[in-house]
Nanobody, 124 residues
Framework: QVQLVESGGGSVQAGGSLRLSCAASGRTFTVHTPGWFRQAPGKEREFVAGIRWIDGSTWYADSVKERFTISRDHAKNTVYLQMSSLKPEDTAVYYC?????????????????WGQGTQVTVSS
């Protein structure tokens, strides 16, 4: 069993930065592939970033690739999403997820466990 808890959401002005955290309990991330998704009102849930726990390989949605950074902390069993140069269109509920899919999963269905989400609001 894997339990995920997101934190670090809040309100920032455009151009600002924010760091989200996803702490795992129960089964660790060591054999999993954690990732971040987001969902804005009226829109479908979209992939944001992923990381392979074992070797640290990362992959991103094109819209955030040069602005967001996903990372991990082995000791804390935690995944982070550092968001910089935030835009109003980044406003959404951000979800941490993890699974055991091969490769570099980018689809919701490829992830097995989900956190409750944390709200990120970027004002113009």
């Amino acid at each position: 069993q894997v339990q995920l808890v997101e934190s670090g959401g809040g309100s920032v002005q455009a151009g600002g930065s924010l760091r989200l955290s996803c702490a795992a309990s129960g089964r660790t991330f060591t054999v999993h592939t954690p990732g971040w998704f987001r969902q804005a009102p009226g829109k479908e849930r979209e992939f944001v970033a992923g990381i392979r726990w074992i070797d640290g390989s990362t992959w991103y949605a094109d819209s955030v690739k040069e602005r967001f950074t996903i990372s991990r902390d082995h000791a804390k069993n935690t995944v982070y999403l550092q968001m910089s140069s935030l835009k109003p269109e980044d406003t959404a509920v951000y979800y941490c997820a993890t699974g055991t899919a091969w490769g570099f999963p980018r689809r919701s269905g490829e992830y097995d466990y989900w956190g409750q989400g944390t709200q990120v609001t970027v004002s113009s």
